[in-house]
Every structure is written in structure tokens, then in C-alpha cells.
């Protein structure tokens, strides 16, 4: 478990973290969301002992780092930045690792095993590709086989295949009742790999809750229809007083609305329908709507406001 009780970092003026207080829980996987600059690489780094809060504090399964009596045992971290000597063999990195923190030799044949580089062990690291370095990163965070581990932005550049790898990873590792807590930029990947998301924006917490409950709350729900008389159906509706959007695409979205009223509307007055789905927006929509008001440098929008509410009276 890690508990964070008012965590803040400032450098100089700059808040980059502020007051956060959440628990990250064990035997689920914890996506951990915000904004570039939001202050996720802060937190994690402080959560590691490598950086020291302003005010606050982090608890790894009730200690602070500090106090952690082999720190590898209790938590282990892939961070971005490569971390190793590109003339050792990944065997021997490994080595170094457990040897200086008391970690039994056995124990880097097991990781090597569990990443897949058994093969490659003897390998000099500086020939390994990205994919072999962050499974790499990852033996060494799982070296002193640790119950907390920490992944920031695990898959950035890997193939679908190393993808997968760390996802299903993360998940294992979280149904052994271990805690996980990943960063990553990728949405996508996030929906289908945490359970639980922690949300910031300019370093305060804007969410902590479980992925769909966050997606229900923030993103919206509609109900896209396909139809080859799509200006029978669009009277038919609005005569129903059903709010429609007109997509650029040229379907049709009724937000909120109930897909049988629909489909029996269109029944009742023999329109054909190609489709008619309940949808529900995606992480990456719910995600840029509760961060829109944080983002620090905002790009100029190019693209037109949905039109939502469109008043489409008949004859239009
Ligand atoms: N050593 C430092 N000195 C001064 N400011 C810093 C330092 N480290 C981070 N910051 C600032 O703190 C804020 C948070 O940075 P941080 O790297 O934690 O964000 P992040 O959420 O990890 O961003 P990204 O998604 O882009 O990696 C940013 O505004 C950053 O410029």
C-alpha cells in the first residue's frame, strides 16, 4: 500500500505537487493520469525517496521510504530514465543490484526468467534494443521481489508485442495482491490495464476512483444511429422533442437518449436504421475533459465545438 498524507513539492514559486493525499491500494493495477507537467514523475519520485517533499509524506506499507530496512524488498520502480552500465552484461547489472542490497544470487536467475531475457543474460546491456531494456528495468524492480511497485511510463515506444508483455505483467503482479501503480500517456492502454485511476492537474488531485465510474462521471454517454433517411428520422425525432447532434460523418447522436425510444420511433414511422448503439465515450474524452481547465500550455483548438443541443427545427 502507499499512503500519501498532504504531499507538496515546491521548487522556488512553482508548485509542482500540492497537498495530495490518496492511497494507492494492493491487488489492483492504479493508472496514474495528468497532463505533462501535472507532477506525476514528482510524486513517483518521492514516493522513491528521491526527491524530498516540501510538506507532507509518503508511507510505503506504513513506513516512509527512509525507514524501509532493505527498500528493494518493499518497492520496486521502473522509471523513465535508463539507469545502467551499457558495458556489463544484464547478468552482471543484476548482480551488482542484489549483491549491494543483500538479495540472494538465485534470485536474478528468477527475473531473468520472468522478463524473458534468460537467453540474453550474458549479453552486454548497451546491445539490447528498447524493448529488451525495459524488461531489463523491470527485473531490477521485481530483484528483491518487492509487495509495492512503481512503472512510469512503461510502455512508451514499444511494440504491440512488448505491450501486451507489461500489461499482463502489471496485472499478475497485482492479482498476487501486490501493489501497482503505473503512469502512462497512452489511454488506451490505460483502459484496458488499471482498475483504480488517480487523477492530478497542476498538482492537486482531480479524481481517485475506479476506471468505470471515472468514465460514467466524465464522459458522456449517446446513442449513434446510421440511416439511409436521415432527414425523416432527424423530423421524426425532433418531433418527439429528442435533442440530436449531426455528426461530421453524417450519423446521427442523441445524447442520453434510450435506443428502444428510438428504435421504436422509427418503427412506428417505417424508417430504416443501419444502426442504432448505445455508446459510451472513451478514457482519452473523459480524461481531457476533467483536465481541460489544468492543461498548463493549451495548443490552439483548431477543430469546432461539438455541436450539442443543435435546435434542429422542422424545415431547417
Ligand atoms: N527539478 C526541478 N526544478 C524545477 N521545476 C521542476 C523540477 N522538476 C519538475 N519541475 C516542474 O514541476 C512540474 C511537474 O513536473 P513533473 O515532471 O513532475 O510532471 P509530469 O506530470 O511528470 O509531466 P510529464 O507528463 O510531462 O512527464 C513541472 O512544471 C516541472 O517543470
Known amino acids: 500500500m502507499i499512503e500519501l498524507a498532504g504531499l507538496t513539492k515546491r521548487y522556488g514559486e512553482k508548485v509542482a505537487v500540492d497537498r495530495l493525499t490518496f492511497t494507492v491500494r494492493p491487488g489492483v493495477v492504479t493508472g496514474f493520469l495528468g497532463p505533462n507537467g501535472a507532477g506525476k514523475s514528482t510524486t513517483m519520485r518521492m514516493m522513491l525517496g528521491l526527491d524530498r517533499p516540501t510538506a507532507g509524506e509518503v508511507r510505503i506499507d506504513g513506513r516512509p521510504y527512509d525507514r524501509l530496512k532493505d527498500p528493494l524488498t518493499s518497492i520496486g520502480a ?23 542490497n543483500g538479495i540472494p544470487r538465485g534470485r536474478v536467475h528468477e527475473v531473468l526468467e520472468t522478463v524473458g531475457l534468460a537467453a540474453v543474460a550474458r549479453k552486454k546491456t548497451k546491445t539490447f534494443s528498447l524493448g529488451m531494456g525495459r524488461r531489463l528495468g523491470i527485473a531490477a524492480a521485481l530483484l528483491g521481489d518487492p509487495r509495492v511497485l512503481l512503472f512510469d511510463e512503461p510502455v512508451n515506444g514499444l511494440d504491440p508485442e512488448g505491450i501486451h508483455w507489461i500489461r499482463t505483467l502489471m496485472k499478475s503482479l497485482a492479482a498476487q495482491g501486490r501493489t501497482v501503480f503505473v503512469s502512462s500517456h497512452l489511454m488506451n492502454e490505460m483502459a484496458v490495464t488499471a482498475d483504480h485511476l488517480i487523477v492530478i492537474g497542476r498538482g492537486r488531485l482531480l479524481a481517485d476512483t475506479s476506471m468505470a465510474e471515472f468514465i460514467r462521471r466524465n464522459a458522456r454517454s449517446y446513442v449513434r444511429i446510421r440511416t439511409p433517411e436521415r432527414e425523416r428520422l432527424l423530423d421524426v425525432l425532433h418531433e418527439a422533442g429528442v435533442t440530436v447532434v449531426e ?6 447522436e442523441v ?4 435506443a428502444e425510444r428510438i428504435g421504436e420511433l422509427a418503427a412506428q414511422h417505417r424508417i430504416v436504421l443501419h444502426e442504432l448503439s448505445p455508446r459510451q465515450a472513451s478514457l482519452e474524452e473523459a480524461f481531457m475533459r476533467l483536465t481541460a481547465q489544468t492543461v498548463e500550455y493549451h495548443a490552439q483548438d483548431e477543430t469546432p465545438a461539438p455541436r450539442w443541443g443543435a435546435d434542429r427545427r422542422k424545415g431547417n
Not at 455528426?247 to 446521427?252: I, N, Q
Open 247 to 252: 455528426t461530421l460523418g453524417g450519423d446521427v
Open 255 to 258: 445524447a442520453d437518449g434510450k
Open 78 to 100: 521502473l522509471l523513465e530514465a535508463k539507469a545502467w552500465h551499457g558495458g556489463r552484461s544484464a547478468f552482471h547489472h543484476l548482480l551488482c543490484l542484489a549483491q549491494s
